[in-house]
């Protein structure tokens, strides 16, 4: 889990890029992003909640979810599982 978490991190900081329209508008917030890794290891039903005027940073978050590569599936019983996920991201504006 540390390693997934750690290569997930990579992932955002390396394909992160604010928004130009959200940034001259002013708009931040949290976007939270809801997704399944499927028993094949691929991402798939990708569900993303943001602020009231966020619908740019939701799609930006969105990107970067789908860009994700393909996984090891989790794993019960021996047998493989789909997993759910939820992943935080916080634009903010300095």
């Known amino acids: 889990m540390n390693c997934f978490q750690l290569k997930l991190s990579e992932?955002?900081?390396?394909?992160?890029?604010?928004?130009k329209e959200a940034e001259k508008k002013g708009i931040v917030g949290r976007v939270t992003i809801m997704f399944v890794i499927n028993k094949e290891g691929e991402i798939?039903?990708?569900v993303s909640r943001g602020p009231a005027n966020g619908k740019i940073l939701e799609d930006e978050a969105r990107r970067i979810v789908?860009?994700?590569?393909?996984?090891?599936?989790?794993?019960?019983?021996?047998?493989?599982?789909?997993?759910?996920?939820a992943l935080p991201f916080n634009f903010n504006l300095k």
Do not use: A, D, W
């Not at 992932?11 to 604010?18: D, E, P, R, T, V």
């Not at 860009?67 to 047998?79: D, E, I, N, V």
């Open 66 to 85: 789908s860009l994700l590569p393909k996984m090891t599936p989790g794993f019960q019983r021996g047998k493989p599982v789909k997993v759910r996920y």
């Open 11 to 19: 992932h955002i900081q390396k394909n992160l890029k604010y928004p």
């Open 44 to 46: 798939e039903n990708i």
